[in-house]
């Protein structure tokens, strides 16, 4: 069976880390591919007011992505009621996607919090989760089918980025060249707005 890891955000805007992390998690975890899930809206983050347009996002995680074999954009969530739980993605993928075994890819911060989760104990019992590390989160003992993977820690943030678009500063080396401009441009619009 097809092997999917489920990487979920805001991806606002999607970024080197991000697609570092992915690269690792996919090799580290054992999986065949990553699926790069673009949140329409994030229940933890329903008062975010910088979010770019969903159908932007997704637009610019499509683009940073072309090539890489192993990693996919994925806008599954837009059709599935919001706020997007990762419980009912879970369950509708799994309808959806019989041949697939799906892992949820989480940080340690997600980790974290994970007891808040929208049926987080029914995650916990269905699938595989992977952790992995993100600066300041501490991790701890995990149960039973939660790994924890060492991936490279990168010191790049989406709010970095849009400060940096905001503020006139280059973003080079912090997206991929294929979204560079574009980003600049999204995010410089929706400043104006």
Known sequence: MK????????FNPIHTGHI???KSLCEKAGLDEVWFM???????????????DDSLRFELVEKALKGESQLKACNYEFHLPKP????????ALSKDYP????????????????????HHDDILAHYPIVVYPRQGA????????VTIVETPLLNISSTQIRQAILQGESIHGMV????????????EM????
């Open 99 to 118: 041949d697939i075994d799906f892992t949820l890819l989480i940080g340690g911060d997600n980790w974290a919090a994970f007891d808040k989760w929208f």
């Open 20 to 22: 570092a992390l992915a």
């Open 138 to 145: 501490s991790i701890g003992a995990v149960p039973q089918g």
């Open 190 to 193: 929706r400043s104006e707005k």
């Open 84 to 91: 997007s739980y990762t419980w009912h993605t879970l369950q």
């Open 3 to 10: 092997k999917v890891g489920i990487f979920g955000g805001s």
């Open 176 to 187: 991929p060249e294929a979204i560079e401009d574009l980003a600049c441009r999204y995010y």
């Open 38 to 52: 673009v949140s329409p809206q994030n229940p933890f983050k329903q008062a975010a007011t910088d979010l770019l």
